[in-house]
């Protein structure tokens, strides 16, 4: 199973972008999705993630009121609608999927079970 992650790109301070991410090869039951980033010379952090069944999110308090995470539980895809962005947003974003409730943390990178390779996300001052 293969994460296809898309949507990344360069933007000014104040604006929007919109990556996607999609499975690819054998199908899977979806728990849950969730996108992490990791910025040069730093860890890899939560951004948010939403529950499958029932759509519940989750939201780093870094991007709260500014990021929406949402779903098409029809074609398996993960949305991140990223507005507002700052210089600080610039980063890889990575997609990650669960496929199972069982000790599922969605805040937890290492409670996933598949990664998308990941889009760049670059915002200039």
């Known amino acids: 199973v293969q994460l296809q992650a898309s949507g990344g790109g360069l933007v000014q301070a104040g604006g929007s972008l919109r990556p996607s991410c999609a499975p690819s090869?054998?199908?899977?039951?979806?728990?849950?999705m969730g996108w992490f980033r990791q910025a040069p010379g730093k860890e890899r952090e939560f951004v948010a993630a939403?529950?499958?069944?029932?759509?519940?999110?989750y939201y780093a308090d870094s991007v709260k009121g500014r990021f929406t995470i949402s779903r098409d539980n029809a074609k398996n895809t993960v949305y991140l609608q990223m507005n507002s962005l700052k210089p600080e947003d610039t980063a890889a974003y990575y997609c990650a999927a669960r496929s199972s409730p069982l000790s599922w943390n969605p805040l937890n990178r290492f409670r996933y079970d598949y990664w998308g390779q990941g889009t760049l996300v670059t915002v200039s001052s």
């Open positions: 090869g054998r199908t899977f039951t979806v728990y849950g």
């Open positions: 939403v529950l499958w069944s029932g759509g519940s999110t």
